[in-house]
């Protein structure tokens, strides 16, 4: 069975880095019908998509992170991983990490972190 | 950007049919999904590639993708349905995803 842990500070400082990562047990990230990425919620809001990427090291982002994000991928540790720079409390959420099984769809979520960006 | 509308609530009566809309340019030429989540929780995913549904998603979770809006029916609604819907889409050329706002549904 598939299983998708985040792990990572809980607290990070304004302006610093956010970093998780993502390790998968029960299957391996490198097959190829599968996208792996990091989508994340703010207390009471909803769903946000972050990125994803390919086991190719192909990485897609969204377009209003773009400039702030980075996926990429340890294959021997069938781990993946999310650096996000320049925090605000604005990235305080829930940050999850989920396969995107194909065409489109994350059809198995990590439980979630929650990152909280204060000083 | 490309964006997806969804009502912020819908009620139903226990045994009932609930619908739930998300709305989107063109979003009938896309796959649409559905997850549902319970607060503190995981989503779930309950339909995907339009219809299709996971393993172990009881049949009363029904979906349909047409023109510029995807619907998600719940038939005989269930005290345990209450929670939060999300429709997504995902473009196959840019690989981008995209939530809807998400809906509350409350079974009362």
């Given at each position: 069975q598939l299983q998708l842990q985040e792990s990572g500070p809980g607290l990070v400082k304004p302006s610093e880095t956010l970093s998780l990562t993502c390790t998968v047990s029960g299957?391996?990230?490198?097959?190829?019908?599968y996208y792996w990425g990091w989508i994340r919620q703010p207390p009471g809001k909803g769903l946000e998509w972050i990125g994803s990427i390919y086991y190719s090291g192909s990485t897609y982002y969204n377009p209003s992170l773009k400039s702030r994000v980075t996926i990429s991928a340890d294959t021997s540790k069938n781990q993946f991983s999310l650096k996000l720079s320049?925090?605000?409390?604005?990235?305080t959420a829930v940050y999850f990490c989920a396969r995107l099984m194909l065409?489109?769809?994350?059809d198995n979520w990590g439980q979630g972190t929650l990152v909280t960006v204060s000083s | 950007s490309y964006e997806l509308t969804q009502p912020p609530s819908v009620s139903v009566s226990p045994g009932q049919t609930a619908s739930i809309t998300c709305s989107g340019?063109?979003?009938?030429d896309k796959y649409a999904c559905w997850y549902h989540q319970k607060p503190g929780q995981s989503p779930v995913l309950?339909?995907?590639?339009?219809t299709k549904r996971p393993?172990?998603?009881?049949?009363r979770f029904a979906g349909s993708n047409s023109g510029n809006t995807a619907t998600l029916t719940i038939s005989g609604?269930?005290?345990?349905?209450?929670a939060d819907y999300y429709c997504q889409a995902w473009?196959?050329?840019?690989a981008y995803v995209v939530f809807g706002g998400g809906t509350k549904l409350t079974v009362l």
């Open positions: 299957g391996s990230i490198s097959r190829t019908t320049s925090v605000t409390a604005a990235d065409p489109g769809s994350f | 340019d063109k979003l009938g309950v339909i995907y590639e339009d393993s172990g998603i009881p049949e609604t269930q005290a345990m349905d209450e473009d196959s050329s840019t």
